[in-house]
């Protein structure tokens, strides 16, 4: 089970036979033998008790979910130019780097400790196969890319800026 888009595209071109189902689907397609595996981080594994039917897992990540904080554009500029600059303080890379990275680390290991997993059921990849996972991840990006650029728009752009903004991340 993977979500739509690049996830599923890394998994296809990985070699496995990937499936799109709402997370909420997991559990019975598990237990039923529907598929042998998930992709969710472990808050989402948590919450949807996945741990119950699941004996090993591998990190890090091939993915990462996006999530958008938004407003209506006239609501924000309804408010005083002192809390708008209030939010623009907490947002943006200075809430990436120094709020919502932090407090998502801090649930994934919360979440891990709850489940109950021990260590020994956490597979990491070593460094060929992290490579690996990082030569899957271009060809997918490089292809996404021309699609979207054949649209007119500025994907190159956008994924350079995320892998830079990544690198000073780390």
């Known amino acids: 089970r993977t979500p739509a888009g690049g996830a599923l595209n890394w998994l296809k071109e990985a070699g496995a036979s990937p499936i799109t189902m709402p997370p909420s689907g ?5 237990e039923k033998g529907v598929i042998e595996g998930w992709t969710i981080d472990f808050i989402g594994a948590e919450g949807f008790k996945l741990n119950e039917i699941t004996n090993f897992y591998i990190t890090p990540y091939y993915y990462v979910g996006t999530f958008w904080l938004v407003m209506n ?7 005083p130019a002192d809390v708008q600059k ?10 990436i780097k120094n709020i919502f990275s932090r407090r ?5 290991k ?3 400790s709850r489940m109950k997993i021990k260590p020994e059921q956490i ?16 060809k997918v990006w490089d292809a ?3 699609a ?23």
């Open 26 to 30: 997991i559990y019975e397609s598990m």
């Open 73 to 79: 554009k006239d609501v924000w500029n309804s408010l």
């Open 86 to 95: 209030a939010i623009d303080g907490m947002s943006g890379e200075y809430g």
């Open 104 to 108: 998502w680390d801090m649930g994934e």
């Open 110 to 112: 919360e979440a891990i």
């Open 123 to 138: 597979n990491k990849y070593s460094d060929a196969e992290w490579a690996k996972a990082q030569d899957i991840a271009k």
């Open 144 to 146: 996404d890319v021309a």
């Open 148 to 170: 979207m650029e054949a649209k007119g728009l500025p994907a190159r752009k956008v994924l350079d800026e995320t892998l830079s903004f990544l690198k000073s991340y780390k």
